[in-house]
Structure formats: structure tokens, C-alpha cells
T-cell receptor, first 117, second 110 residues
Framework: DTGVSQDPRHKITKRGQNVTFRCDPISEHNRLYWYRQTLGQGPEFLTYFQNEAQLEKSRLLSDRFSAERPKGSFSTLEIQRTEQGDSAMYLC???????????????FGPGTRLLVL | DAKTTQPPSMDCAEGRAANLPCNHSTISGNEYVYWYRQIHSQGPQYIIHGLKNNETNEMASLIITEDRKSSTLILPHATLRDTAVYYCIVRVGPNNDMRFGAGTRLTVKP
């Protein structure tokens, strides 16, 4: 399977703990996106990478959130001092990078479902 | 601040065509219309996209009105596995994100 993969698929943690999620994009895709989806809502944009550079961050990405893509391949999203409101599905998507971003199809991974107790 | 309007839910009989409408009355000339769907607990799945012309692929057809203010996604022979939330998205440049609304929950019934 050469699609976007995410790990873990499910994470249960206690409030105040730190969690880290990993996303592996489609091979050779230069652009990588993180979204968050709460129950009953559509996904909401969090941040965007072009290769290793983080080019955009949503106001939803508080100081407790940090994302990296150190070698321009996989990416990690870390949440520090988790709160119950962080419970959501965290989705990763990638796109090739050959056209303007809004002209490119984004391909989504299966998501990581986080539950903060 | 999604730029599209979709009915919250629709039903369709198995084997029949499912026609999902989307209004995007404020769309401008260089904005694409994308359709994704999300089956319960999975990531969104790309279906189709278009700019001006009607498009067809192995999954669906996309009909865009001449004034581009609305579009219809057509699943020609709906199956039970097509039950999902369908999102119509207008891509706005130079933003890089996808602006999802609430979508249409399609239920295919036997």
C-alpha cells in the first residue's frame, strides 16, 4: 500500500501527558498537511509543510502543539500537556507539489484518534 | 467559513443513481470544486474535482453548471458501501488548506 500512513491509529492518554503522532506521506510528495476533526464536524486545517519547511499554521495550533518534518519525508505532531478538548481525530494528507497548492489533490491518511481522559 | 452549501442528509436506494447537490454561489473564476467522502472512522477519500467542465472518473461524475454557482456529484449505481459523508469543497488560492463544511450524509438503503 503506497498511501498515506499514520501511527498510531488510536491513542488514549491522561490529561497533562504529552503525545506524539507520526505521518508518512505518499512517496515523493513534497507537501504535507495536518488537520483535526472533532465529532460531527468536517476536518479543520492545522498546518502545512513544503518539504521540511513549515509554511502555514492555523490559529487552532496553540503553543502546546508542534509539528516537524525534519528531512522532508515523514512528519510528527506533538501535543504537550494534553487537555480533554484535544480529543479528536488527527488527519494527515499529502500532495505532490508540482502545481500551485490549491490546484493539487490532497490524499488523506486513516487518521489517529486521540482520547484524553 | 466554508464557501459551499449542502443538504445535511440524503437517502438513496441501492442500485439507483445518487445525485448530491452543492451550492457555491460565490465561486470565482479560478476556484476548483473538489469532492471527498468520509466513511465512518476513516480518513477523507478523494472522489473527483473540476474547474469548469463536467468530469467523470471510475468513481463518479461531476456536473458543474454553466455559471459555476452549483454542482452535482453523481454516483451512477449506488451500493451500500457508498454510505458516507460527502464533502463539496471550493479550493481558494493561494490558501493551501481544504475548507471542509459539514457535508451531506448519504445513506444507501437496500
Amino acid at each position: 500500500d503506497t498511501g498515506v500512513s499514520q501511527d498510531p491509529r488510536h491513542k488514549i492518554t491522561k490529561r497533562g501527558q504529552n503525545v506524539t503522532f507520526r505521518c508518512d506521506p505518499i512517496s515523493e510528495h513534497n507537501r504535507l498537511y495536518w488537520y483535526r476533526q472533532t465529532l460531527g464536524q468536517g476536518p479543520e486545517f492545522l498546518t502545512y509543510f513544503q518539504n521540511e519547511a513549515q509554511l502555514e499554521k492555523s490559529r487552532l495550533l496553540s503553543d502546546r502543539f508542534s509539528a516537524e518534518r525534519p528531512k522532508g519525508s515523514f512528519s510528527t505532531l506533538e501535543i504537550q500537556r494534553t487537555e480533554q478538548g484535544d480529543s479528536a481525530m488527527y488527519l494527515c494528507a499529502s500532495s505532490p507539489g508540482g502545481q500551485a497548492p490549491f490546484q493539487e489533490t490532497q490524499y488523506f491518511g486513516p487518521g489517529t484518534r486521540l482520547l484524553v481522559l | 467559513d466554508a464557501k459551499t452549501t449542502q443538504p445535511p442528509s440524503m437517502d438513496c436506494a441501492e442500485g439507483r443513481a445518487a445525485n448530491l447537490p452543492c451550492n457555491h454561489s460565490t465561486i470565482s473564476g479560478n476556484e476548483y470544486v473538489y469532492w471527498y467522502r468520509q466513511i465512518h472512522s476513516q480518513g477523507p477519500q478523494y472522489i473527483i474535482h473540476g474547474l469548469k467542465n463536467n468530469e467523470t472518473n471510475e468513481m463518479a461524475s461531476l456536473i458543474i453548471t454553466e455559471d459555476r454557482k452549483s454542482s452535482t456529484l453523481i454516483l451512477p449505481h449506488a451500493t451500500l458501501r457508498d454510505t458516507a459523508v460527502y464533502y463539496c469543497i471550493v479550493r481558494v488560492g493561494p490558501n493551501n488548506d481544504m475548507r471542509f463544511g459539514a457535508g451531506t450524509r448519504l445513506t444507501v438503503k437496500p
